[in-house]
């Protein structure tokens, strides 16, 4: 269908969890998450924190890392880093998750850490973050990753400009965003904005589909009602088209959040999950 690489972010895998849930750990192993990744045509995956912590725990970095190769994963994605840019007791808190995913990103050879905005949007100020977003996406550099930030429309960085102004004050060349296509439609930025991103600060791009109509808060409506590539209202084929005009050629990451998604087999939520973005793509 396609020869382009996809990356099964951490979500599309994940069966019963979600990012608004108490317990953001997967309930299946990372071995069965992997399997069905990887035969549904994945080479490429991503893994939450929570369940990095898991898989140490049940197999080892090393025999997470033997997982990974078995399964022809060569791309491996490690989210999610938040109060990365803040003090007290919720910077020590990211301190620590931080220093982890640097360790564990040197040992499996990941691709890139991501990190996450202020999804409360308090005041911010831009030199602030610039100067600590250097000085991670520094210290991702050393590990052999870059780092990538990804911007959320209810949050402090709510568009594509917004995460890219950021990234060029700090300056870091390993540092980059996430682009996920969702965010950019319910901002209302026109794929044409896309095609002017400097190829050099795309580190990944994630597709998705849903309705025209939000239903609940943005945040409410990117975890529950996403939809499979091609069955919304997104103007997917434009927008892929402009990532290619800026340059990018992939893994292209695919993240579906939906109630009905994380209720399949995870089986039959990855093979449709690569079906759909792969017929896109193609």
């Known amino acids: 269908m396609t020869t382009e690489k996809l990356l099964a972010t951490c979500w599309t895998t994940a ?17 069965e998450r992997v399997e069905a990744a990887s035969a549904a045509g994945f080479t490429a995956f991503g893994l939450l924190h929570a369940d990095l912590v898991e898989a140490e725990r049940q197999y080892g970095i090393a025999g997470i890392r033997s997982l990974f190769a078995d399964n022809g994963l060569d791309h491996i994605e490690l989210e999610l880093l938040t109060d990365w840019w803040t003090d007290g007791p919720r910077r ?25 905005p202020d999804g409360e949007d308090r005041p911010w100020e831009l030199d602030v973050w610039a100067e600590e977003f250097a000085t991670l996406a520094a210290q991702c550099d050393d590990v052999g990753a870059r780092l990538a930030v990804e911007f959320l429309p209810w949050t402090n960085l709510k568009t594509v400009h917004d995460g890219l102004r950021l990234v060029e004050t700090a300056g870091h060349p390993a540092g980059g965003l996430i682009i996920d296509v969702w965010h950019t439609e319910r901002a209302h930025t026109p794929p044409a904005e896309l095609a002017k991103v400097p190829a050099s600060r795309i580190v990944g791009v994630e597709l998705n589909d849903a309705d025209a109509q939000v239903i609940g808060t943005l ?20 927008i892929i088209t402009a990532l290619r005009t800026a ?19 995870v089986q039959e939520a990855a093979e449709a999950a690569y079906r759909t973005a792969a017929a896109l793509l193609a």
């Open 15 to 31: 069966g019963d969890a979600a990012p608004d849930g108490e317990d953001l750990r997967s309930p299946l192993s990372l071995r």
């Open 247 to 265: 340059g990018w050629s992939g893994p292209w990451g695919v993240e579906i959040l939906s109630d009905v998604h994380r209720k399949l087999p």
């Open 92 to 116: 020590a808190a990211s301190d620590a998750v931080r220093r982890h995913m640097l360790q564990s990103a040197e040992a499996l050879g990941a691709h890139h850490l991501k990190i996450g």
């Open 219 to 238: 945040f409410e409506d990117t975890v529950h009602r996403r939809r499979l590539c091609g069955e919304g209202s997104f103007d997917l084929p434009g």
